[in-house]
């Protein structure tokens, strides 16, 4: 009995605050001007729920899945690149107190830099195509990987470095059997905050390079110009399906990799 009332009343909040927000986007689609003429049953500028999937034909629905394996691809392709350079360089200036003070400044002046601005310089590099959207993701997932592997390493306990030392312990030996493991919550915690980025950043480089098939973010701009309500509704929903898709794969994957001896779990 005392289980179900927890399950109860762990599911109770959002249920509620889901509840909460029907009734809320109900309240803001039936407040709003319609774009047409008052008598016509539409369209509306933000359609309610139950009329989301009036105009998904499915030619439509063939575009949205052909536009979210696109953004799925562009999201995985510039996460996986930020993973394996920004894991890279967040042990290399652990270990060199003079890299990480040369390349600190930069990295926090990339990641405050609107993306829009450096639009220019992208599409001088590589081009307004596939390539130019994986580069924008990787400069919006770069910095947490980065940052959060170099705080992980300097976070290891000084008495397990001496210990490791007085057992003349090699580098290598050192680094995997010490420093990974102990960074791995901080390391996984920057890959699940990427993760969500990834998608951000794939969605918002198709908004400015749009050569080849379009991926989400252009499917919602040709919806929003062709003043179709509901398809534009479902496609950003759709991006926010793979966004936390995304985030609950590397969540699966941190307690996978490191759930059997760390405890996420505040004290209590």
Known sequence: MNGVRRRW??????????????????????????NFAPN??????????????????????????????????????????SILAGVALGVLMSRRLWLERALWPYLI?????????????????????FGARVL????????????????????????????????????????????????????????RIAAGLAVIGAIVGDFFFTRGEPGLGKLINLFFLNNQSGPMFITAMAASLLGFMLFALFGLLTTWVIGRWYDESPAR
């Not at 009343?9 to 001007?33: D, R």
């Not at 002046?109 to 307004?128: D, F, N, R, S, Y």
């Open 109 to 129: 002046a990339l990641q405050v830099t609107p993306i829009i601005a450096l639009v220019p310089l992208i599409i001088k590099l590589v081009g307004a195509n």
């Open 136 to 191: 924008v993701t990787v400069i919006i997932t770069f910095f947490p990987i980065v940052s959060n592997t170099l705080f992980g390493f300097r976070g290891v306990p000084k008495a397990m470095i001496d210990l490791f030392a007085m057992m003349q312990a090699t580098p290598r030996q050192r680094l995997f059997r010490l420093e990974f493991p102990a960074a791995s919550p901080a390391i996984f915690a920057g890959f």
């Open 9 to 34: 009343g762990h599911n109770l909040g959002p249920l509620s605050v889901f509840g909460l927000f029907i009734a809320a986007w109900y309240g803001l689609a039936y407040s709003l001007p319609r």
């Open 40 to 81: 016509t049953n539409k369209p509306l500028i933000i359609p309610p729920p139950h009329r989301l999937l009036e105009d998904m034909s499915p030619a439509i629905w063939d575009r949205l899945v052909t536009a979210m394996l696109i953004s799925t691809k562009t999201a995985l392709s510039g996460l996986a690149i």
